[in-house]
């Protein structure tokens, strides 16, 4: 049986709101709130939800590039969020990021070899000769020519900048990268291409990812299993398909209606969603989804409900949805 390679419990990220004459902190923008859930190694989560709620945020917690306000992450058995910083500093090597914008996420004044042998000199991995040829590997294992080491950022398109960021993210040999919308400031052209490199690197190394995007069909290619996220919190967890062929929560229901079906003959009704998403920094009382849910009775004004597991490994956080 696979096993995670790494286990969030209750993970939150708060960012406190400060005002009045003292600064004092008044309230807080809860961007991530009480989120759990686990990967397995060499399996791909997709993380779905529309902007602003909270899914880039919880990618950045996770590897402490935001401090936590709560929870715990495990990676391999370690607790990431309570491991002295320079313990953690060996166990970031093996956790990684690739950036949603491959644009400004690359230092234009350094070349493409420093950028991705930069990291092999922090950790004193390697250096000289010996640093050029993994940077020279790594370039042409993400579909980039050897020399291309020393040409600068602005020399590249989109798409070969990303194949840069990629492996930049790699060069440390990681076992769990996040993939913060790296798809999404491509050409739709080039995102497919992006999709599959990333697919193909997953299997040479045996990569576990969390796959971060709002465009749910590459999510359907990539991933094992979706969550999907709103308001900072999780509202339905499953297998792809299960996902993807029998959505439970409204929120899920509604974004997938959005989603173009090749099929002519497919009669798809789309579900158009109430307003914007309310404040982080206020969100409603009982179900946070209930001033745009269709289906929102009395209760859900009142009483938040539980991320229950309605189906073996189907996770949904709504009142109306029953055990199968
Ligand atoms: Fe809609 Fe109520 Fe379910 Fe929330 S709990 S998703 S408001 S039906």
Redesign the pocket.
Known sequence: MTKPIVEMENVKKYFPIRGGVFSRVVGNIKAVDDVSFSINKGETLGLVGESGCGKSTLGRTILRLLEPSGGQVFFKGNNIFETEKHEFQKLRRELQIIFQDPYSSLNPRLNVGEIIGESLEIHKISSGKEKQKRVEYMLEVCGLAPHHHRRYPHEFSGGQRQRVGIARALTLNPDFVVADEPISSLDVSIQAQIVNLMEDLQEKFGLTYLFISHDLSMVRHISDNVAVMYLGKI?EICGKSELYDNPL???TQALLSAVPVMDPDAKSQRIILKGDVPSPANPPE?????P??????K???L?E?ELREIDSGHLV?????EKG
């Not at 009982?286 to 209930?290: K, L």
């Open positions: 509202v929560h409204p929120y009982g179900c946070n989804f209930n745009r849910c269709r289906y929102a009775e209760r859900c004004r009483e409900p956080s709504c009142h109306l949805v």
